[in-house]
């Protein structure tokens, strides 16, 4: 069965510091791969895609993730985090063909202290 | 930027009551999609909808849900006979394309909750 696996539940970091996020799937065949992002009290914000190509995808506000696919895995990073990235960040997979719908990661949720 | 609009933001229902949750896509998109999420728990798929119809469900998505494109604008995920269980918060979403290579706009959520 296809899933997704987000081994950080909750992270606290101060402002400054270097943020990874886990994130990996179980899945046969070809996929596609997001990160979202959701702001308290606002809506899933797309943060970065990887479809082909680079596997090191660069997104909004200074993410990037890197796809390793012998890994199964795509984990979001970020030199330097703020005060403002303190959200709930989501991984998601689809295949690239058969069905329309993400599955997606439990979530982690982040804590930048100013 | 364009938005996907879900209505009402919060909503506490008595269990075995009908809930309606109404959102109103992205105006040129044709793809529209339930999630759902449980707290402490991920974002499930419940239904994708094109055409008018349901183009794919979940196991989730049993004869207790429905959805319905009443009118061209609102999309509506009507729950009937709520239980305490359905207790979650409801994403809508919109996309222009089937294809997930153009991702999703997703509304604010529904928390739904059942008492």
């Known amino acids: 069965a296809q899933s997704v696996s987000q081994h950080n539940h909750h992270v606290i970091l101060s402002e400054a510091a270097s943020l990874e996020l886990g994130c990996n799937y179980s899945y046969g065949g070809t996929v596609n791969l997001f990160w979202y992002v959701q702001y308290p009290g606002q809506h899933l914000q797309l943060l970065l895609k990887?479809?082909?190509?680079?596997?090191l995808v660069k997104g909004i506000k200074g993410f990037e993730a890197e796809f390793i696919k012998s890994k199964f895995s795509f984990n979001l990073r970020k030199p330097s985090v703020q005060w403002s990235d303190t959200a709930e960040y989501f991984c998601a997979v689809t295949p690239t063909s058969g069905t329309y719908k993400y599955i997606f990661g439990t979530g982690t949720r982040l804590k930048v202290l100013a | 930027e364009p938005e996907v609009t879900q209505t009402p933001s919060h909503q506490v229902t008595q269990m075995g009551q009908e809930v309606i949750l109404r959102c109103v896509p992205i105006s040129n998109h044709l793809y529209f999609y339930w999630y759902r999420q449980i707290l402490g728990q991920k974002v499930e798929f419940l239904v994708s909808f094109y055409n008018n119809e349901i183009s794919e469900k979940s196991e989730i998505f049993d004869d207790q849900f429905s959805v319905e494109r009443p009118d061209g604008s609102n999309f509506t995920l009507k729950i009937r006979s709520t239980k305490l269980e359905d207790s979650a918060m409801y994403f809508c979403?919109?996309?222009?394309?089937?294809?997930?290579?153009?991702?999703?706009?997703f509304g604010s959520g529904t928390r739904l909750t059942v008492v």
């Open positions: 979403a919109s996309s222009r394309m089937g294809s997930t290579n153009y991702g999703y706009t």
């Open positions: 990887y479809f082909s190509g680079d596997p």
